[in-house]
């Protein structure tokens, strides 16, 4: 892909004004529109988050603006013959009123959710290789996250986008896949 077609798909991105429009903005990603995503350098979801779409869309609808997810994966062998398994998780930035709105669902369907500026310092394994975790979802997140849109979305939504809380909704049962849209 030329670097013209990159800067152009950037320029909603780079125009984006508020939050709000940084929700429609990921809305018309996850929906497969050809505008990037910023910080990735990427014109398409994943197959790990393909199929995740429909959780993802509706915490998008709920007001969380998504930057890491996987679906839960069952123990099993993987490509080394290693056990590997993990839990469903989502995580991404929200207005304070919609991330308690969504840690309220989170909870009451019994799935964590954890906001490292209110529950203080956390780390949940997520991802395990033969016992041992190689995916750690933390309180730490927040700031790595926020600088994938420093420089690549409006002023305007970055201002707003850094008071937003940065929240994590996490499946506790390992493997379990259809739980987290009860959050959103």
Same mark, same amino acid.
């Given at each position: 892909?030329?670097?013209?077609?990159?800067?152009?798909?950037?320029?909603?991105?780079?125009?984006?004004?508020?939050?709000?429009?940084?929700?429609?903005?990921?809305?018309?990603?996850?929906?497969?529109?050809?505008?990037?995503?910023?910080?990735?350098?990427?014109?398409?979801?994943?197959?790990?988050?393909? &199929?995740?779409?429909?959780?993802?869309?509706?915490?998008?609808?709920?007001?969380?603006?998504?930057?890491?997810?996987?679906?839960?994966?069952?123990?099993?062998?993987?490509?080394?013959?290693?056990?590997?398994?993990?839990?469903?998780?989502?995580?991404?930035?929200?207005?304070?009123?919609?991330?308690?709105?969504?840690?309220?669902?989170?909870?009451?369907?019994?799935?964590?959710?954890?906001?490292?500026?209110?529950?203080?310092?956390?780390?949940?394994?997520?991802?395990?290789?033969?016992?041992?975790?190689?995916?750690?979802?933390?309180?730490?997140?927040?700031?790595?996250?926020?600088?994938?849109?420093?420089?690549?979305? &409006?002023? &305007?939504?970055?201002?707003?986008?850094?008071?937003?809380?940065?929240?994590?909704?996490?499946?506790?049962?390992? &493997?379990?896949?259809?739980?987290?849209?009860?959050?959103?």
């Amino acid at each position: 892909m030329a670097s013209n077609d990159l800067r152009e798909r950037a320029g909603p991105w780079k125009r984006a004004a508020s939050f709000a429009e940084l929700l429609t903005l990921t809305a018309r990603f996850l929906r497969g529109e050809p505008i990037g995503f910023p910080g990735w350098a990427v014109e398409e979801t994943d197959e790990e988050s393909d &199929g995740l779409l429909p959780v993802l869309l509706a915490a998008n609808g709920a007001g969380m603006l998504s930057v890491a997810s996987q679906p839960g994966a069952p123990f099993g062998p993987g490509h080394d013959g290693w056990s590997w398994g993990g839990r469903a998780f989502v995580g991404g930035f929200a207005r304070s009123e919609d991330a308690r709105s969504i840690r309220d669902r989170a909870e009451a369907a019994g799935l964590w959710a954890r906001d490292g500026a209110s529950d203080g310092p956390f780390e949940i394994p997520a991802g395990l290789r033969d016992g041992s975790p190689y995916l750690v979802l933390g309180s730490d997140a927040r700031d790595e996250e926020l600088s994938l849109f420093d420089g690549e979305v &409006g002023a &305007g939504a970055l201002a707003e986008l850094r008071e937003t809380s940065f929240l994590w909704v996490i499946d506790p049962v390992w &493997g379990r896949r259809e739980r987290l849209r009860a959050a959103f």
